[in-house]
């Protein structure tokens, strides 16, 4: 499968642990976007980079949320002390040079 | 501010009947706008995008400045459009996508 992958898929932990997601995107596609989408709802924007910079944050990513994409390659997003309210399927897309987001399957983060 | 808004969450028709599935849109400028669709147990997929004025899979969507709507429609629903449909915008050098609530599309035989 060549298209986004997200590890895990599946993440349970309980509430105050940190937990780490990895993306890593097509391989040639220069911009990645984390978004979060909680049940009912549609995907929320979290941030995105190009390569390695990141150029945008949602007001929702609050500080105990961190996301890098060191080498402008695969991408981490790390959530700190996590919460309740943190249970969400977290989503990865990435963007060449066209419009298409081509997303990922997800990891869906279950905080008891 | 920008925002989608999908009024059913819910829609159930017969298989060969006609579908329309609702999208409106607020955004100030002149948005780019996307159905995305999500087939059970698969990721999010592009369906459509405005820009390119094509038909996919026999559905179509025509973008309404003056009513800021970009519904979806196909004359005669099959089983297989039987999924979870995102309409979704982009604003004009933005990057990122700003999303629906979805509407659950069954096609019911």
């Known amino acids: 499968d060549t298209g986004v992958s997200q590890d895990p898929r599946h993440k349970i932990t309980k509430r105050g642990q940190n937990v780490t997601f990895r993306c890593d995107p097509i391989?040639?596609?220069?911009?990645l976007y984390w978004y979060r989408q909680t049940l009912g709802q549609g995907p929320e924007f979290l941030t995105y980079?190009?390569?390695?910079?990141?150029?945008?944050k949602s007001r929702l990513l609050s500080d105990r949320f961190s996301a890098e994409r060191p080498k402008g390659s695969f991408s981490t997003l790390e959530i700190q002390r996590t919460e309740q309210g943190d249970s969400a399927m977290y989503l990865c897309?990435?963007?060449?040079?066209?419009?298409?987001?081509?997303f990922g399957q997800g990891t869906r983060l279950t905080v008891v | 501010a920008q925002r989608v808004t999908q009024p059913e969450k819910l829609l159930s028709v017969f298989k060969g009947a006609p579908v329309e599935l609702k999208c409106n849109y607020s955004y100030s400028g002149s948005p780019e706008l996307f159905w995305y669709v999500q087939y059970s147990r698969q990721r999010l997929q592009l369906l459509l995008r405005h820009i390119s004025r094509e038909s996919i899979k026999g559905f179509t969507a025509d973008l309404n400045k003056g009513e800021t709507s970009f519904h979806l429609k196909k004359p005669f629903a099959q089983e297989e459009d039987s999924a979870m449909y995102y309409c979704?915008?982009?604003?004009?050098?933005?990057?990122?996508?700003?999303f629906g609530q979805g509407t659950r599309l069954t096609i019911n035989p």
């Open positions: 897309a990435s963007t060449g040079g066209g419009a298409e987001a081509f």
């Open positions: 980079f190009q390569n390695e910079a990141q150029l945008e």
């Open positions: 979704a915008l982009k604003g004009q050098g933005a990057q990122k996508l700003v």
């Open positions: 391989s040639e596609h220069n911009r």
